[in-house]
């Protein structure tokens, strides 16, 4: 049949509503004819007009789907007209019965249609509408872990500005107001930092980031948020694209800085960062010391709220949200070696070359 011919071909290259629309009648019109010439209502093989009848009803809009309907069975009515004279009576009301038997069911097959198409366009809306409540929960989800990464960060300059209150307080010093003032234009800093975050999240717009550019501005990240820290960096020349928002820098500095804070203490040790780039995907592991976290939180760790004086507790949990809304993931492991151990972190983010 020449609807389900048509049905057949790539969605670019289907026929629009009205084409198709014109097919059907046709179709409809020259399978009736064909009938009416052999049989009309008593040929055997009349079913074969309920096809594009269905077809019609199935992928053509509602008014001109009703139009088919009415055209389909004036069509049939008129077989009536076309019945072969040598039909005695008997005959001629069988044939007619099948007629009108056979308009009835039309009818019928195509309330039925009817039916479950309201229901699939309403079940289709509620899909959209919960799509959009997904939506709005994943950016209210970025901008809420934001907020959290920022109240995370901005800690340590509020805890050193009380500090050096306290200092001014007992011997007022010139020398402070410089170090309050680097300390506030850091909170400025993130202030800014995360007002582009969440107008990025807002309007779903996404940073194209190269690895290597992005490798250096965590390590100017770091430098800002801790610069006594004693980071060992292992890059690749291999470089590739990475999609995210600008969630994605804080998330990557908040994992270093939780190691950092996992490794104080360790002055000849200190964070290990490897930069790996294969097919498809970017590798970053961060290895540190263990000195703070229960080896049994290694498992949960990220996906569980933990006890963590060091950095491993909800702001590894706002870490690893970040990171899977970008289709990645992060993994925590802690390895023995010859007694020592070691809790490593792989990042994994999908990437293109």
């Known amino acids: 049949m020449l609807l389900i011919l048509l049905t057949l071909l790539p969605e670019k290259r289907r026929l629009n509503a009205v084409a198709l629309f014109v097919c059907t009648v046709l179709e409809i019109v020259l399978v009736n004819w064909l009938i009416g010439l052999n049989g009309a209502a008593s040929n055997p093989y009349a079913i074969i007009l309920l096809i594009p009848l269905v077809a019609g009803l199935v992928q053509l809009p509602f008014r001109l789907a009703t139009a088919v309907l009415l055209i389909s069975t004036g069509a049939q009515?008129?077989?009536?007209?076309?019945?072969?004279?040598?039909?005695?009576?008997?005959?001629?009301?069988?044939?007619?019965?099948?007629?009108?038997?056979?308009?009835?069911?039309?009818?019928?097959?195509?309330?039925?249609?009817?039916?479950?198409?309201?229901?699939?366009?309403?079940?289709?809306?509620?899909?959209?509408?919960?799509?959009?409540?997904?939506?709005?929960?994943?950016?209210?989800?970025?901008?809420?872990?934001?907020?959290?990464?920022?109240?995370?960060?901005?800690?340590?300059?509020?805890?050193?500005?009380?500090?050096?209150?306290?200092?001014?307080?007992?011997?007022?010093?010139?020398?402070?107001i410089k170090e309050l003032s680097e300390q506030v234009s850091r909170l400025n800093g993130l202030l800014s930092d995360w007002r582009e975050v969440a107008d990025d999240v807002r309007e779903s717009r996404t940073t194209t980031y190269r690895s290597s550019g992005l490798i250096k501005a965590l390590r100017h990240s770091l430098t800002l948020a801790r610069p006594e820290a004693l980071i060992h960096w292992q890059t690749c020349n291999s470089d590739c694209n990475i999609h995210a928002d600008r969630t994605l820098l804080p998330a990557l500095t908040n994992i270093v800085v939780n190691a950092c804070e996992e490794a104080s203490g360790e002055t000849d040790k200190g964070v290990s960062i490897t930069q790996v780039v294969s097919t498809g995907q970017w590798t970053l592991r961060i290895a540190n010391p263990l000195n703070n976290a229960p080896p049994e939180h290694a498992p949960v760790i990220g996906r569980q709220l933990v006890h963590s004086e060091k950095g491993n507790g909800v702001a590894s949990v706002l870490t690893n949200a970040t990171i899977e809304r970008f289709g990645g993931k992060v993994s925590w492991e802690i390895i023995d070696s010859r007694g020592t151990l070691t809790l490593e972190t792989t990042v994994i983010l999908p990437a293109e070359q």
């Open 77 to 176: 009515l008129l077989q009536l007209l076309a019945s072969p004279a040598s039909h005695h009576d008997g005959m001629a009301q069988h044939a007619a019965n099948m007629v009108w038997s056979f308009a009835g069911t039309s009818v019928f097959i195509a309330a039925i249609i009817f039916y479950y198409r309201r229901q699939l366009r309403k079940r289709n809306a509620a899909i959209v509408a919960l799509r959009e409540t997904q939506l709005r929960n994943e950016q209210l989800l970025a901008i809420g872990t934001a907020a959290a990464q920022l109240t995370h960060d901005a800690a340590t300059p509020v805890q050193t500005i009380n500090l050096l209150l306290e200092e001014w307080r007992d011997s007022p010093d010139p020398a402070l």
